[in-house]
């Protein structure tokens, strides 16, 4: 890139990245002295993407070291929007490598009515963080993250035998598992709890995601993980 100014004795100044050109015209010809140059222009920052335009994802912390590769908070994942076209969906188990906020957008499509509804989806969870940022002062992600935590289950319990003799065992849940469990029942709770309710969807879900990061029995998230790693526990 070049720029050039004319002065009041016929100068013309071009700069580049490392070197000054000056151009001075003697009689009939250009004459051209080479300077180098320490005001070299400085490289641009880009600034850093926070979600809405409002909440970093660099402060927020896995605590669970099983789940920090299935939690997508890391650098890579920092969006204004939480919108990636369904680039996961093409390859089994690429999910986990999509951002905890578009996941959970993408279960608050689910069922029925609600399908294929982004947009509506996207709104309903920047107007939950906003009411998590009013009522705890806390980056809503961060909250996020740790209800997922406490919301997954550790164990559950499957069917073994066939035909006739099937019997229930249990077993350990892996982490990504904990994490499609945990997403799936935190909207579970605020899609029922805003259904025939005075409080909109948005200001159910804050409660049930704050009540989860606190492991309140209040969350309908923590009673089904109780539930069912009690079920699990009496079949091992």
């Known amino acids: 890139m070049r720029c050039g100014r004319e002065g009041k004795l016929g100068l013309v100044a071009a700069e580049t990245n490392c070197i000054y050109k000056r151009y001075r015209k003697m009689g009939d010809d250009w004459v051209v002295t080479i300077e180098p140059t320490s ?28 789940l920090v590769d299935y939690i997508g908070v890391k650098e890579k994942h920092s969006k204004y929007l939480p919108h990636t076209a369904g680039r996961y969906q093409s390859v089994r188990f690429r999910k986990a490598g999509c951002p905890i906020v578009e996941r959970l957008c993408n279960s608050m499509m689910m069922h029925g009515r609600n399908n294929g509804k982004k947009l509506m989806a996207v709104r309903i969870v920047k107007h939950a963080f906003e009411i998590i940022h009013l009522l705890s002062g806390e980056n809503p992600v961060q909250v996020l993250v740790n209800a997922i ?13 066939r035909a006739g003799t099937v019997r229930r065992q249990a077993v350990d849940v892996s982490p990504l598992r904990r994490v499609n469990q945990a997403i799936w029942l935190i909207c579970t709770g605020a899609r029922e709890a805003a259904f025939r309710n005075i409080k909109t969807i948005a200001e159910c879900l804050a409660d049930e995601i704050m009540n989860a990061a606190k492991g309140s029995s209040n969350s309908y998230a923590i009673k089904k993980k109780d539930e069912l790693e009690r079920v699990a526990k009496s079949n091992r």
Request: hydrophobic share 30%; charged share 30%.
């Open 149 to 161: 935590i406490n919301s997954g289950p550790r164990e559950d319990s499957t069917r073994i035998g």
């Open 39 to 66: 005001d070299a222009p400085a490289p641009l920052e880009l600034p850093e993407p926070r979600l809405f335009n409002k909440w970093s994802l660099q402060d927020v912390d896995v605590s669970d070291i099983s």
